[in-house]
């Protein structure tokens, strides 16, 4: 059976999307430590073998609007609402969440909490008041993707 990451990197390969970077060890702990987290296997694995697409057009989203994030650019949410300056993002635990994916040019994003050691949840945060939780994982987040469930363009309800 394949890997999520597998999943996605067949995805988008059929699009022309998959970024040639991939994100070394050295990168992985790096980022690890800096930030005091266990990556999820799965994020871990996706960082590795994908490590999310490339951040100039064409190639920085999929052909529905979706880009997903290597290594370098996964931050903190109050990192990233105060460097879009967006601070309708913030919400009580947001320093728990990293944004690793967006959708149409950041009409609204997807974070994970990476400080869970068993369950990673995955919010919408930015299209609404309060940030809505649509996964327990990011395997789930990327099911939801692949099937292209609606639950991913529920910011706004």
């Known amino acids: 059976m394949q890997t999520s990451s597998q999943r996605?990197?067949?995805?988008?390969?059929?699009?022309g999307k998959v970024n040639s970077q991939r994100a070394d060890e050295a990168s992985l702990k790096r980022f690890e430590d800096k930030?005091?987290?266990s990556l999820p296997q799965d994020m871990r694995q996706y960082f590795s073998e994908v490590n999310g697409m490339e951040i100039y057009w064409p190639n920085d989203k999929d052909?529905?609007?979706f880009s997903f994030w290597s290594l370098e650019r996964v931050t903190t949410v109050p990192e990233e609402c105060r460097v879009r300056n967006l601070p309708d993002c913030l919400f009580g635990g947001a320093e728990l969440y990293f944004v690793f994916a967006d959708y149409l040019d950041w009409s609204w994003a997807y974070?994970?909490?990476?400080?869970?050691?068993e369950n990673n949840p995955v919010i919408i945060i930015g299209g609404a008041k309060e940030p809505k939780l649509i996964a327990s994982s990011f395997?789930?987040?990327t099911d939801l993707y692949l099937t292209?469930?609606?639950l991913l363009y529920s910011a706004n309800d």
Do not use: C, P
Request: net charge neutral.
């Open 63 to 65: 052909n529905r609007g």
């Open 111 to 117: 974070a994970i909490n990476l400080y869970e050691k």
């Open 148 to 150: 292209d469930s609606s």
């Open 8 to 15: 996605l990197k067949d995805y988008w390969l059929s699009q």
């Open 35 to 37: 930030y005091r987290v």
């Open 139 to 141: 395997t789930e987040f």
